[in-house]
């Protein structure tokens, strides 16, 4: 499969980059990993005029703790979120996220901006921002400006970014003490688009009660869904099997995946019931070991 | 805009610098076969699943199907002709050969390519490491059994000449 033809550009600083997407407005598509963009541009889905390959540009990978955030470069790969001993550490929902992600050569290409700015519901870490709560830094002609991830998927493919925006970062609060999280996805094979996957974290006191609860639905809807009812539901509650099961079954009306083949609707909603639940008892256990 | 420019790019290719100037929507893939002549990397799904035309980018194992050639510019490709040849067997190939790794063969050079990139990270894997390292590799033939068997085969034979170095 051969791409429609397109003019390559390779700035080497972002103003240069904003500066061209400035000029070619909606004919350019930005580069990043590409594993998203090529296969859509070989089956013509998408067929941009220009491509402008940010890969050049420094200062766009990285993994560090910063004014009470975990900041991560836009073009940090998912391969090097595998290998991040602050990831490892304290984040375990965004490290069960990058390995689920396709496969091991994908993910030494693909970047958790692009798995962001693509806006596609089966990609694996919008369930898991939504979860955290992060925010993604756009970076435009006027300068820079943060977009709470609740506010950033518009509709299938479409984020709030504009054409003359880069998404340059992402920013997650420090989690509390006796925090913790988990990604539970579905799939029919290594590599697969999730058939339903759940993002949960959670924030436990010292007699278990819930201070915070985030859950972040993939591929089970036409945009990633923050289950909202479910979080509410728990904030204030002992996470005990009782209110597990009753956020899971709200997570679930949250739903509202297609059938396809990957099965029929109401299979999907009944994962995302029992992968919401299996997420929240990993999340739990994880922050009880938490100290 | 109807004429699309050429990128002029370099390459270092298995060790030797190559020049060329392509069309931007040119594949890595069908540079290494086409223009290198290099036709050990197979192109067998053609999208990103299957991992045939797997190959090392700064040592780092990618579908070449899923990268434009001028991405590579400035970088440096190993392919499986870099690996080893006929008359000197890189022990990957030797255990492939050892223990029936292979049967029709189409797979091998990504397989081979995606288990080098392993054993540069982790030159003593378990079997899961090795099944993980070639879970974006598809093989119709083998069931992975031989396979993962050729890895420990190489594995065990280049750590036993690394202690005798």
């Avoid at chain 1, 596609?120 to 709560?133: K, S």
């Amino acid at each position: 499969m051969i791409p429609k033809a397109f003019d390559y550009c390779r700035p080497k600083t972002l103003p240069e980059a904003i500066s061209l997407l400035q000029q070619h407005g909606d004919a350019a598509k930005i580069l990043s990993g590409g594993e998203s963009l090529i296969p859509m541009m070989k089956m013509r889905l998408a067929q941009p005029e220009y491509l402008i390959d940010i890969n050049q540009i420094s200062g766009l990978e990285y993994i560090k703790e910063e004014d009470g955030y975990l900041k991560i470069g836009a073009l940090t790969r998912e391969a090097d979120l595998e290998a991040s001993d602050l990831i490892r550490s304290k984040y375990p929902l965004i490290l069960d996220t990058a390995f689920s992600i396709a496969d091991p050569q994908v993910r030494n290409l693909a970047t958790v901006g692009g798995n962001l700015a693509h806006g596609d519901p089966a990609n694996d870490h919008p369930a898991t921002m939504l979860a955290l709560n992060a925010e993604v830094v756009a970076t435009g002609p006027n300068g820079e400006r943060s977009i709470p991830i609740k506010e950033f998927f518009v509709s299938l493919f479409t984020t709030a970014l504009q054409p003359n925006e880069i998404l340059t970062e992402i920013r997650i609060p420090a989690p509390p003490a006796k925090s913790g999280g988990a990604y539970f996805k579905l799939e029919r094979k290594v590599g697969d688009f999730a058939t339903v996957g759940v993002a949960a974290q959670v924030a436990v006191d010292a007699k278990g009660v819930c201070q915070q609860a985030g859950i972040g639905l993939t591929n089970a809807g036409g945009t990633p869904i923050k289950a909202e009812k479910a979080e509410e539901f728990l904030r204030g509650k002992p996470l005990d099997d009782g209110n597990i099961s009753q956020a899971a079954s709200l997570a679930a009306d949250d739903a509202h995946p297609s059938s396809d083949l990957r099965g029929p609707a109401e299979y999907k909603i009944s994962m995302v019931r029992e992968l919401t639940k299996r997420a929240l008892t990993k999340a739990v256990n994880r922050a009880s070991q938490e100290r | 805009m109807t004429t699309k420019r050429a990128v002029d790019i370099t390459v270092k290719v298995n060790g030797k610098e190559h020049f060329a100037a392509v069309e931007p929507r040119l594949l890595l893939v069908h540079f290494i076969r086409e223009h290198l002549a290099l036709t050990g990397t197979h192109i067998g799904c053609d999208t990103t699943n299957c991992g045939a035309c797997t190959v090392l980018l700064d040592g780092r194992a990618v579908k070449s199907c899923t990268l434009f050639t001028v991405q590579a510019d400035g970088r440096e490709l190993r392919t499986i002709e870099g690996v080893g040849n006929s008359s000197a067997l890189h022990p990957l190939q030797e255990g492939f050969k050892e223990k029936h790794g292979l049967q029709c063969g189409f797979c091998t050079p990504g397989m081979i390519m995606s288990a080098c990139a392993l054993l540069e990270k982790k030159p003593h894997p378990t079997e899961e490491d090795i099944r993980w390292g070639i879970s974006g590799n598809l093989c119709r033939c083998t069931g992975y059994q031989n396979i993962v068997k050729a890895v420990q085969y190489a594995a065990e034979k280049m750590s036993a000449s690394a202690s005798q170095a």
